[in-house]
Structures are given as C-alpha cells and as structure tokens.
C-alpha cells in the first residue's frame, strides 16, 4: 500500500497569497504546500483523501488516470471545494445530453450509482448543502459529477470498511481496510481515516490520516492503534508552533504521535511561520521531551515534517 501527500499546506496554501515573508519565497521545494489531499494505492486501486481547491493541479501533477472512491475528512472549503472536477471520473447527463442521441452516445453517462463518496453522515449534509446541483436532475449545460455518498460512521476497528474483492479466491493481501477516527477540529466534527493492508505473511500494516485538528479522544486514539496493525506512518496535523482554537500545534501533534507510537511521523497542515529545516530542528530539539518517540526514532523511525509528493509505504 502507498499513500503520495499530494498536498500539505494549510488552508491558504504555501506561498500565501501577497505574502512576501522568508517561507513564501523560499527556493526549497518543500516549502511549497499545495491544500491538503492525499492519494492511496494498493492493488491497482487508487482512494483519494479530499478534493480541495488544488485538486485538479494535484491530479495533473501527480498524473492520477483513475479513482475508484473518495474519503472526505470534513466540509470545510480547502479539502471540499475542488468536487466538480470528480466529475472527469464519474458523470451524470444533462437531460438535454440525455435527449440527444448523437451527444449522449459521444459521451455515455457513467454507469451504477456513480463514484463512492465515503465520509461521515454530517458532512453527507453539508455536501448536500453546499453543492445541491449534483443531486438534482437538470436540464442544460453539460455533464455533473455523479456520486454516491456513503456514510462511515459506523467503520469501526471492529467492522472496517473492506474494499476490494471479498470471496473465497480473493487474497488478504488483495483487500484494504478503512476505519473512521472522530476528531474535533475547533467546534466542528471531522475525521480520520486509518488505511490498512496485509503483507505475504499475513501481518496487518497500517498509515494514519489525521489532519485537521485540535482534540483527539483517548477512544479515537485507541481506534487508531487498533485499526491500524503494526501503524508504519501517522500524518496528523501540525499546523504551527503556536497554539490555535482549531489545529494542533507542533507540540499538541508531538503528544499524540506519543500516544500513538507509529513508526514514522509526519507533520501536515503546515502554515507558513517556518520553513522546512526550521521545523525538523524544532522536532529535534523538542523529542528528548518524548521518551516514546525518542525511542523510535533510536530504533530507525522518524518524526519529520511532511512535504508534497512525499510517499509513504506499508
């Protein structure tokens, strides 16, 4: 299983519009944050983790062909606001277009319910809220995305979202699981999502997603390390050394990657207060204060700052 960081900046992206600041016009490309979205692939499969306003840069960048479902953390506009262009996976006919024979034929609607939108029943209804022309029929213009949403809510460790084929033929290794984390980012409710697989020998690996937040429960954090076997990459929200009402801090995300214990960690959401090398040497300089991860990154891990295109294998 393989997880590309198409994007790990913060909602203004890096560079910020008309900042001029040391970050913004830094040379080194690790100081360019498109909005956050990550891409997994296992098997030929291929999940996208949010579809921000970037995404159909991050599609052309990261040359993505195909998608057979879409994870959305939360409703706000930096990880929602690029949806129609899942329209290029998944599309539904005007009624005009369905009239006309030759256009229709041209350009066939995408068959079945549409492309699997999973995310949870709250952020179902603002989806709905927010983009209401998707779910209705209409009659000019062209094609609009067809999607299906699926609620995870109920994706527990206990019962995880299983994708890919399920039968007796079907190899572990074949299937990947989802499970959903609840978190709080500020007031709003958001989420995780923890993706495992299972290798030759049966042995369950997993990668945490957790960006966008500030409070991660006991329970939550319980979920994660469950759900996610031997958990070979935790990405969780670091948006800044400062405290702030809705995102971790450096230090906050540095407590939970304690508590989590995955054997890489990786900062995303980043704002642009420091650069690159600014936050690895703020990392060093802080993780004598945690013996756990102190002791992982002795033992060959590593806590670092996420960048774009940075991939992550299980």
């Known amino acids: 299983m393989k997880m590309t960081l198409m994007g790990t900046g913060t909602s203004h992206g890096v560079p910020v519009i008309a900042c001029d600041c040391p970050v913004c016009k830094s040379t080194d490309p690790r100081d360019t944050r498109l909005r956050c979205s990550a891409l997994v692939e296992h098997k030929n499969q291929h999940f996208l983790i949010d579809v921000g306003p970037d995404f159909r840069f991050q599609a052309l960048k990261f040359k993505i062909s195909r998608l057979d479902a879409v994870f959305i953390t939360h409703s ?4 929602l606001h690029g949806i129609d262009d899942l329209r290029i996976f998944s599309h539904k006919n005007s009624a005009a277009m369905s009239r006309d024979k030759v256009i229709s034929e041209k350009y066939p609607e995408t068959s079945g319910d549409g492309l699997p939108i999973y995310t949870s029943e709250r952020t179902k209804g603002y989806i709905h809220e927010r ?19 699926i609620p995870v809510d109920k994706n527990t460790s206990k019962s995880p979202l299983i994708l890919g084929e399920k039968n007796e033929e079907t190899e572990l290794s074949d299937r990947i699981e989802v499970v959903q984390i609840p978190m709080l980012h500020g007031n709003h409710h958001t989420n995780g999502y923890v993706f495992s697989c299972y290798d030759e020998s049966d042995t369950k690996k997993g990668i945490a997603y957790l960006t966008d937040c500030n ?30 009402s809705s995102h971790c801090n450096f230090l906050e995300a540095l407590s939970y990657a304690e508590k989590i214990g995955a054997k890489h960690t990786h900062f995303t959401h ?13 990392i060093n300089e802080k993780l004598p204060e945690f013996p756990k991860l102190s002791e992982i990154v002795k033992n060959g891990g590593s806590v670092s700052p996420a960048y774009d295109g940075l991939v992550l294998e299980a």
Do not use: C, W
């Open 76 to 79: 706000h506009a930096d990880h």
């Open 131 to 149: 983009f209401p022309y998707i779910f209705v029929d209409h009659d000019k213009g062209g094609g609009i995305p067809k999607l299906h949403l």
């Open 215 to 244: 409070f991660i429960s006991e329970e939550s954090i319980s979920e994660v390390k469950k759900a996610g076997g031997q958990l070979e990459h935790l990405v969780i929200d670091a948006l800044r050394e400062k405290q702030h």
């Open 270 to 282: 980043i704002t642009h207060d420091m650069n690159y090398i600014q936050i690895q040497n703020y």
